[in-house]
Each structure stands twice: as C-alpha cells, then as structure tokens.
C-alpha cells in the first residue's frame, strides 16, 4: 500500500505530464483548473493516467460528477440546489465544498477542485 | 486535394492497434514550399497521419458511430526528419478507452528506425455536437475502403472486420 507521500508524488508526475505543468506548480492546494489551467479533455487524461499508475478503475462521472451538475433537478437558476449539494457531496466526499457551498454557481465547479483533492480521491479508492 | 495523409492500412486490430503506412512523394505540394529547394514532410503532417490512424482504429470501437475527433497532442517527439521517397509506418496502439474518448499510443517508423513517438488524445463528440455530422456516412465508407480497412481488419477472435451494415445503407439510400 502506497503511502500518502508517495500518492502524491505520483499523482503531481500525472498532472505534470497531462498538463504540461512544472513540478513546483503541482502543490496540494492548487486548483486543476484556476492554477494548472486544465481544460475539459485534459480530465479524461488525467483520469486514464491515475487509472494506469494506480491500476484502479475510475467510473465515469467519479471524478467530474458531471451528470449531478447539469441535471435540472439539481440546478436552478444557474445554482446547485440543497438537494445538488447534497448529492454532490456524497458523490465527491474527498473534495472540500465548504466554500463553493456558501454560492454554488455551477460555472465556478471546475475551478473548486485541487491537487489535494485529486490524492484523496486515490488514497479512498485505495483505501489508504 | 484531399485531406488524406496515409495510404493504406497495413494492419488494423480492433479495439487494440492499427499500423498505416504512408508513402511521401515529392509531387506532394506542399513540400515545394516546406522548404523550397529542401523538401521535408512537415512535423504536423505527420501528427495529422498518426491521429488519422489512431482516430479510426478508436472510431471502430463503436462502429463508426461515434464522432471521434483529435482533442489533445499530450506528447509528439521527433527525432530525425521525413523526407520524399521515405515510407513512413505509423502505429497506434489503444492505451484506454472510454465512453468520453480515449488515449493512444503512436511511433512512426522508416524502417527500423524510430521517427517519432506521440501521445494523443481523442474525445468524443456528443452534447452540443450530438445530431452534428463529422463525415457523410458514404464518404466515411469510401475512405475506409480506400485504406483497405476491410482487407486487413480483424475482430478480437480474429474474424474479418465487415463493413459496417448501417454505413451500407446509408451508402445505398443517401443519393450523391
């Protein structure tokens, strides 16, 4: 089993290779998207990276819950509803929402999610 | 012209590799300007010849109905230059898959020699894009044709790739 530091420095020469990203850019606390400037495809890289350095499976919507965040069940007005938080935070429970929580505009998702985040998610799926 | 860059398919398992081989010549136009009097096949040609393999082999995944386009060049390494007269082998290999898109794994070869290694990316099209056409389904035929896809494809149990049925009526029911 693969200790935490290790899970990050092989999650930080995922992002650097899928990104194009230096090393020292790679911390626990910078967002994928904001900081690291990752787009839409560069996820699905990432994911079959963490896939194979891993060998774990990641189910789509894992990751980017994607389906939570544009059912219109869940979204009003361009918000998550208490109920979308709700399932967002079941479905992506290694991600800190706190903040994204206090005005959850969908179109600020993409830039909530970190580097750190990204190892928590493989430490849970590792069960470490 | 036609926006073709390789020739034929030497090889093409599904859902796992595919090998195309692509014949430069110097009667190519654009290698009087990419340099004059000092003809190389551009870089970016090449990338567009391994995408063209690779984004068929995945496109097969799915019958040719998914709208499979080149969505990221994760990496692309030259390390000697193509030049008229060279038969270029380009091989993709499916490193992952899924519903979104998927990751391939290319080199190109002259020979023995080592030419190139790259990393693509390619994505599925779907939502605003879902009811857009990438290619009428007869012309997608014609070029499968074209590259002898029917004539070297092989299913995973080692049967021969078939034409795909709904592109056949397509092609009988769609008028020129």
């Given at each position: 089993?693969?200790?935490?530091?290790?899970?990050?420095?092989?999650?930080?020469?995922?992002?650097?290779?899928?990104?194009?990203?230096?090393?020292?850019?790679?911390?626990?606390e910078a967002t994928?998207?904001?900081?690291?400037?990752?787009?839409?495809?560069?996820?699905?890289?990432?994911?079959?990276?963490?896939?194979?350095?891993?060998?774990?499976?990641?189910?789509?919507?894992?990751?980017?819950?994607?389906?939570?965040?544009?059912?219109?069940?869940?979204?009003?007005?361009?918000?998550?509803?208490?109920?979308?938080?709700?399932?967002?935070?079941?479905?992506?429970?290694?991600?800190?929402?706190?903040?994204?929580?206090?005005?959850?505009?969908?179109?600020?998702?993409?830039?909530?999610?970190?580097?750190?985040?990204?190892?928590?998610?493989?430490?849970?799926?590792?069960?470490? | 012209?036609?926006?073709?860059?390789?020739?034929?398919?030497?090889?093409?398992?599904?859902?796992?590799?595919?090998?195309?081989?692509?014949?430069?010549?110097?009667?190519?136009?654009?290698?009087?300007?990419?340099?004059?009097?000092?003809?190389?096949?551009?870089?970016?040609?090449?990338?567009?010849?391994?995408?063209?393999?690779?984004?068929?082999?995945?496109?097969?995944?799915?019958?040719?109905?998914?709208?499979?386009?080149?969505?990221?060049?994760?990496?692309?390494?030259?390390?000697?230059?193509?030049?008229?007269?060279?038969?270029?082998?380009?091989?993709?290999?499916?490193?992952?898959?899924?519903?979104d898109g998927a990751?391939?794994?290319?080199?190109?070869?002259?020979?023995?020699?080592?030419?190139?290694?790259?990393?693509?990316?390619?994505?599925?099209?779907?939502?605003?894009?879902?009811?857009?056409?990438?290619?009428?389904?007869?012309?997608?035929?014609?070029?499968?044709?074209?590259?002898?896809?029917?004539?070297?494809?092989?299913?995973?149990?080692?049967?021969?790739?078939?034409?795909?049925?709904?592109?056949?009526?397509?092609?009988?029911?769609?008028?020129?």
């Amino acid at each position: 089993m693969p200790s935490k530091e290790e899970i990050f420095a092989k999650v930080q020469a995922a992002l650097v290779d899928a990104l194009g990203v230096d090393e020292e850019e790679v911390t626990p606390e910078a967002t994928l998207v904001g900081d690291l400037g990752a787009e839409s495809i560069d996820f699905l890289d990432i994911v079959f990276r963490l896939e194979k350095t891993f060998d774990i499976k990641i189910p789509q919507g894992d990751l980017v819950p994607q389906d939570i965040l544009t059912n219109a069940q869940y979204v009003k007005d361009g918000k998550l509803t208490p109920e979308g938080l709700t399932a967002l935070r079941q479905r992506i429970p290694f991600v800190n929402l706190d903040k994204f929580a206090e005005n959850p505009v969908v179109q600020d998702f993409p830039n909530v999610m970190t580097v750190g985040d990204i190892c928590r998610y493989v430490e849970m799926k590792l069960g470490v | 012209m036609r926006w073709f860059w390789i020739d034929r398919f030497l090889e093409f398992e599904c859902g796992r590799r595919a090998k195309a081989i692509k014949n430069i010549s110097l009667a190519e136009e654009h290698l009087q300007d990419h340099f004059p009097g000092y003809p190389v096949m551009p870089a970016s040609l090449i990338v567009e010849g391994v995408a063209q393999t690779g984004g068929l082999l995945v496109a097969q995944c799915s019958d040719f109905r998914e709208k499979v386009v080149l969505a990221k060049i994760s990496s692309a390494r030259f390390y000697a230059e193509a030049t008229p007269g060279d038969s270029l082998v380009y091989t993709a290999v499916i490193e992952a898959l899924q519903k979104d898109g998927a990751s391939v794994r290319a080199t190109v070869h002259r020979n023995e020699e080592l030419l190139a290694e790259l990393q693509l990316m390619f994505a599925h099209l779907n939502g605003d894009f879902a009811d857009k056409m990438l290619f009428k389904p007869k012309t997608l035929l014609f070029w499968l044709r074209a590259l002898g896809t029917f004539q070297v494809g092989r299913l995973p149990d080692g049967s021969p790739l078939q034409e795909p049925e709904w592109m056949r009526q397509a092609e009988i029911t769609t008028p020129d």
